[in-house]
């Protein structure tokens, strides 16, 4: 990379200089610090890896490890024959074997607690391969979601149109049907690659008794012992992860009668209504929990998903319907789910002698913080709290998940098959705890009594995070060199922030630096935070164009909990999630 031209008509053409990667100033002042006559021996590795990068446990085998991972950068004269040089050093602290995350830490959670006191990785309407709409229904997006750790399926299961079979679909709109059992066998045979904890299926019936009766026999002869039956009764306590690895788990309300389908016609004004992403290829900002009482009025005709009607009903009615419900479909059922009848403080009454999953979409609950706050974190030390989309998320867009994260739901239910700055917000949560797809929730959400979390509280900071954004490199490795400008070499800059309660949200940007596809911004940024067991560290980098919006060119969230100190390589992804080969940033993370 020495140089680089750009043609600007057809007889001209701009030449730009190419750099190449070189250390920051800080990072050469730390080697300085930490060699001889530029080399670093093993034991200044050890010292470097306990004072800068705060791993208080590094002996001399990890220094040496660190040292043999780079052996295969030995033609590049990074080693010396007593340690290794500048260069050496600098190719470590930006490789792959530095990440923000520590990769041996695996499942460190206690996963003995009941499923209750966990954020499990959820997904909603699972079988969807684009818009809610007229999109086809697959299981391929629902083995993608395993394979991504996620441990919460939905499916919507319909009979098909000779009432003879079960098909999974959305109802009452325009996608085309699966059948139940390929669904069922993808599940069974991709459920625990990604993570042996339990997977929980939750089923949307709209089935009569003959094929509730047909869907039990495809569930047992699928999953056989692989599944948890409890019985017909309900849970005094949900079991804990722990204790049903590999095991696959059935919820939904109790069942009744089926409703018949009507067809309906999807009106072009309301797919426009449902459009949430459409000012940017990657989504709008994450709306602030601060916004929402000037979204409620707003919202409160939204909620056009068929699953809010179904759950209005009160459990008389369901209780009536189950004389007609087969027996071995209603046995199924581990985790009972309904609202009951009354109001919001009925639907939050927390039940001595049995526990459950309630249900609210996107708006009932942002409505329900409001005035219930504080008997949501209650009722969610015991009880499951599923929150879905609002009905005209047609684009399969999603919300902000902390809302529910931060009122203890443990199920916030997303459409994976979207992208966007939420669904990043939710892979960045999901990395935590091994990525097995269950996070411990923070115990001040599991306080009784007069200590029940309030989320609306005022709390003093308890740390400050420091954030130095050094530089990034690798997008002329994954990009066409035209990729973001046809006339120049790219004008990046960086975002950086928080995610979590409404006091520690922010973001702050970097200046943009022109021309430059390994940019050194060198900016240091710092983040008071109240409540860090619910942050993640937000990372987006951009490329200004002056005549349009500024193109994507990278992201990642990370949870503040188990971010490491030190300088760290921090790979980027796509807006789809999807890791880039070769683009990181090199930053450092101090906590003060």
């Given at each position: 990379?020495?140089?680089q031209?750009?043609r600007?008509c057809f007889?001209?053409?701009?030449?730009?200089?190419?750099?190449?990667?070189?250390?920051?100033?800080?990072?050469?002042?730390?080697f300085?610090?930490y060699?001889?006559?530029?080399?670093?021996?093993?034991?200044?590795?050890?010292?470097f890896?306990?004072?800068?990068?705060?791993e208080?446990?590094?002996?001399?085998e990890?220094?040496?490890?660190?040292?043999?991972?780079l052996h295969e950068?030995?033609?590049?004269?990074?080693?010396h024959?007593?340690?290794?040089?500048l260069?050496?050093?600098?190719?470590?602290?930006?490789?792959?074997?530095?990440?923000?995350?520590n990769?041996?830490?695996?499942v460190?959670?206690?996963?003995?607690?009941?499923?209750?006191h966990?954020?499990?990785?959820?997904?909603h309407?699972?079988?969807?391969?684009?818009n809610q709409?007229?999109s086809?229904?697959?299981?391929?997006?629902?083995?993608?979601?395993?394979?991504?750790?996620?441990r919460?399926?939905?499916?919507?299961?319909?009979?098909?149109?000779?009432?003879?079979?079960?098909?999974v679909?959305?109802?009452?709109?325009?996608?085309?049907?699966?059948?139940?059992?390929?669904?069922?066998?993808?599940?069974k045979?991709h459920?625990?690659?990604?993570s042996?904890?339990?997977?929980?299926i939750t089923l949307?019936d709209?089935?009569?008794?003959?094929?509730?009766?047909k869907?039990a026999?495809m569930?047992?002869?699928?999953?056989?012992?692989?599944?948890?039956?409890?019985?017909s009764e309900?849970l005094?306590?949900?079991?804990?992860?722990?204790?049903?690895?590999?095991r696959?788990?059935i919820?939904?309300?109790?069942?009744k009668?089926?409703?018949?389908?009507?067809?309906?016609?999807?009106?072009e004004?309301?797919s426009?209504?449902g459009?949430d992403?459409?000012?940017?290829p990657?989504g709008?900002?994450v709306?602030s929990f601060?916004?929402f009482k000037?979204?409620?009025?707003e919202d409160?005709?939204?909620?056009?998903d068929?699953?809010?009607?179904?759950?209005?009903e009160d459990e008389?009615?369901?209780?009536?319907?189950?004389?007609?419900?087969?027996?071995?479909?209603?046995?199924l059922?581990?985790?009972?789910a309904g609202?009951?009848?009354?109001?919001?403080?009925?639907?939050l009454?927390?039940?001595p002698?049995k526990?459950?999953?309630?249900?609210?979409?996107?708006p009932?609950?942002e409505?329900a913080v409001?005035?219930?706050?504080?008997?949501?974190v209650?009722?969610t030390?015991?009880?499951?709290?599923?929150?879905?989309p609002?009905g005209?998320?047609f684009?399969?867009?999603n919300?902000?998940?902390?809302?529910?994260?931060m009122h203890g739901?443990?199920?916030?239910?997303?459409?994976m098959?979207?992208?966007?700055?939420?669904?990043?917000?939710m892979?960045?949560?999901?990395?935590?705890?091994?990525?097995?797809?269950?996070?411990?929730k923070?115990?001040?959400?599991?306080?009784g009594?007069?200590?029940?979390?309030?989320?609306?509280?005022t709390?003093?900071?308890?740390?400050?995070?420091?954030?130095?954004?050094y530089?990034g490199?690798g997008?002329?490795?994954?990009f066409r060199?035209?990729?973001?400008?046809?006339?120049s070499?790219?004008?990046?800059?960086a975002r950086?922030?928080?995610?979590?309660?409404?006091a520690?949200?922010?973001m702050k940007?970097?200046?943009?630096?022109?021309?430059?596809?390994?940019?050194?911004?060198?900016?240091?940024?710092e983040?008071?935070?109240?409540?860090?067991?619910?942050?993640?560290?937000?990372?987006?980098v951009?490329?200004?164009?002056m005549?349009?919006?500024?193109?994507?060119?990278?992201?990642?969230?990370?949870?503040?909990s188990e971010?490491?100190?030190?300088?760290?390589?921090?790979?980027?992804h796509s807006?789809?999630?999807?890791?880039?080969n070769?683009?990181?940033?090199?930053m450092?993370?101090?906590?003060?």
């Amino acid at each position: 990379m020495s140089k680089q031209s750009y043609r600007v008509c057809f007889c001209f053409r701009r030449r730009f200089r190419m750099a190449a990667a070189e250390a920051p100033a800080d990072i050469k002042a730390i080697f300085d610090e930490y060699s001889e006559n530029g080399v670093m021996s093993v034991d200044q590795m050890r010292r470097f890896l306990v004072e800068v990068q705060k791993e208080e446990n590094a002996t001399l085998e990890d220094a040496q490890a660190v040292m043999d991972s780079l052996h295969e950068l030995k033609h590049l004269n990074v080693f010396h024959k007593r340690g290794l040089n500048l260069e050496g050093f600098f190719k470590y602290l930006f490789g792959d074997v530095n990440p923000p995350l520590n990769p041996k830490l695996g499942v460190h959670h206690d996963m003995n607690a009941p499923l209750s006191h966990y954020f499990i990785y959820t997904g909603h309407n699972s079988y969807l391969t684009g818009n809610q709409l007229s999109s086809d229904c697959s299981d391929v997006p629902i083995i993608n979601a395993l394979h991504k750790g996620v441990r919460v399926i939905e499916l919507d299961i319909w009979p098909n149109s000779t009432k003879d079979n079960i098909n999974v679909l959305h109802g009452r709109t325009l996608t085309t049907p699966v059948e139940l059992l390929k669904c069922l066998r993808s599940i069974k045979e991709h459920a625990f690659t990604a993570s042996e904890y339990p997977v929980v299926i939750t089923l949307e019936d709209h089935l009569t008794p003959d094929l509730q009766a047909k869907t039990a026999e495809m569930i047992n002869q699928t999953f056989g012992d692989m599944l948890f039956s409890p019985g017909s009764e309900c849970l005094s306590e949900f079991p804990s992860p722990e204790s049903l690895k590999k095991r696959v788990i059935i919820s939904t309300k109790p069942p009744k009668e089926y409703l018949k389908a009507k067809d309906v016609k999807i009106q072009e004004t309301d797919s426009k209504k449902g459009t949430d992403s459409a000012a940017e290829p990657w989504g709008k900002e994450v709306k602030s929990f601060k916004g929402f009482k000037a979204n409620l009025d707003e919202d409160k005709d939204d909620d056009l998903d068929g699953e809010a009607d179904e759950d209005e009903e009160d459990e008389e009615e369901d209780l009536k319907s189950q004389q007609n419900t087969a027996p071995e479909y209603r046995r199924l059922i581990a985790i009972h789910a309904g609202k009951g009848k009354g109001g919001m403080a009925d639907w939050l009454r927390v039940d001595p002698d049995k526990v459950r999953r309630l249900s609210l979409s996107e708006p009932e609950l942002e409505k329900a913080v409001i005035t219930y706050a504080k008997d949501i974190v209650r009722f969610t030390q015991k009880n499951l709290l599923r929150v879905y989309p609002k009905g005209i998320r047609f684009d399969s867009s999603n919300y902000n998940p902390l809302i529910g994260w931060m009122h203890g739901a443990q199920m916030v239910a997303f459409n994976m098959q979207g992208y966007g700055r939420s669904l990043w917000l939710m892979h960045g949560m999901f990395r935590a705890n091994g990525g097995c797809g269950y996070v411990k929730k923070p115990d001040f959400l599991l306080k009784g009594g007069d200590e029940v979390f309030d989320p609306r509280a005022t709390l003093p900071v308890k740390t400050t995070l420091r954030v130095t954004v050094y530089m990034g490199e690798g997008w002329y490795y994954d990009f066409r060199h035209t990729h973001f400008d046809t006339y120049s070499p790219p004008d990046f800059y960086a975002r950086v922030g928080i995610a979590g309660v409404p006091a520690d949200v922010i973001m702050k940007k970097t200046k943009t630096l022109e021309d430059n596809w390994i940019p050194t911004w060198d900016e240091v940024f710092e983040f008071p935070l109240t409540v860090p067991e619910l942050a993640l560290l937000r990372i987006e980098v951009h490329e200004y164009d002056m005549s349009e919006k500024d193109d994507f060119a990278g992201q990642i969230s990370l949870p503040i909990s188990e971010l490491r100190e030190g300088i760290r390589a921090v790979p980027l992804h796509s807006h789809k999630g999807v890791r880039y080969n070769s683009v990181k940033l090199l930053m450092r993370f101090q906590f003060i």
